[in-house]
């Protein structure tokens, strides 16, 4: 088995396993008393710190990144501090799950639209089918849980969709853009600490020096080295290596490993609304990685007789 078939799954793997632990990081952060700009700041200033002598090295060996200028600020734009301000705001009035549901769901339906623009994939009736299912998933997670949330969910759940949809054309721009994995994850997150610095660290820094020392520790792993740096490096790999419709596919595993992970770390049994509609969703999901009949029109043939 060649290096290329084994890299994209392993990869694929470390990427699901960052994503769902600094998403349960971020929620603990928020419900330890953490603003949205304290733990977005660590996500991209950490990883700019530790960009530079990556970035000097290159620069002595005379290597470019390999991204040009306005692709990689179209890059950072998209899953840069902004992206993190706004997927973080959402567990803010909304539970982990929500962040764990609705996000993924804007990811397969931004990211499917853009394929189909930029990589000409065909519009497929089983995508259709899929993006049906994940909704009514979605519907009976908030019908079932709709009593016991805070008035302030539907505005979580928009900041989710949002960020969901920022970061679903972030994964196919890199795919389409061929983005190369170390120089590219250097340059977005020196590109994302240059944002951040001025955007977050106002607001952002003086939460953080208030924080435990515990807190604070955990957070900048998660946040900054896992979420920043490790995810990013990850994903890159994941999108070059695995096939555009299975990359697309790695959030489908992310709401079962992080509620996993609360459960492990924190005791946080998942509702019964939250376990089918994990379960409805990931069924979404896998009815898009199925069949791949084109949902075209028929084309109506014209004869005449001679």
């Not at 700009?37 to 960009?51: C, M, T, Y």
């Not at 530079?52 to 991204?67: C, E, H």
């Not at 519009?123 to 998933?137: E, S, Y």
């Not at 519907?139 to 759940?157: C, H, I, N």
């Amino acid at each position: 088995m060649s290096l290329d078939r084994v890299l994209g799954p392993m990869l694929g793997v470390l990427t699901v396993l960052c994503w769902s632990g600094y998403n349960v990081a971020a929620k603990h952060g928020i419900e330890a008393g953490l603003p949205p700009e304290a733990l977005a700041f660590l996500r991209f200033s950490v990883p700019g710190v530790l960009a530079l002598p990556v970035l000097v090295l290159l620069a002595l060996r005379g290597r470019a990144l390999g991204v040009s200028v306005w692709r990689l600020a179209v890059l950072v734009a998209l899953g840069g501090p902004v992206f993190g301000l706004v997927a973080v705001t959402g567990y803010v009035h909304a539970p982990l799950s929500y962040g764990l549901l609705f996000a993924p769901v804007a990811v397969f339906l931004s990211s499917a639209v853009l394929r189909a623009v930029l990589l000409r994939e065909r519009v497929t009736g089983q995508r259709l089918g899929a993006a049906a299912v994940m909704f009514a998933g979605l519907a009976l997670l908030v019908g079932l849980d709709l009593r016991a949330l805070a008035p302030g969910w539907g505005q979580g759940a928009l900041f989710f969709v949002l960020a969901g949809c920022m970061w679903g054309s972030y994964t196919v721009l890199l795919r389409h853009w061929r983005i190369p994995m170390v120089e590219g994850a250097v340059g977005m997150a020196a590109g994302s600490a240059m944002l951040a610095l001025p955007l977050l660290g106002p607001t952002g820094v003086e939460p953080l020096r208030a924080a435990p020392v515990a807190e604070l520790v955990v957070q900048v792993v998660m946040q900054g080295i896992v979420g920043g740096v490790v995810s990013v490096v990850a994903l890159i790999g994941a999108v070059r290596w695995l096939s555009g419709q299975t990359a697309a596919l790695l959030p489908v595993f992310t709401p079962v490993v992080a509620l996993g992970i609360a459960l492990a770390a924190f005791g946080d049994v998942p509702s019964v609304a939250e376990a089918i509609g994990v379960t409805i969703i990931a069924a979404g999901f896998l009815i898009g990685l199925g069949l791949s009949t084109p949902l075209v029109w028929p084309k109506l043939r014209v004869t005449t007789d001679r």
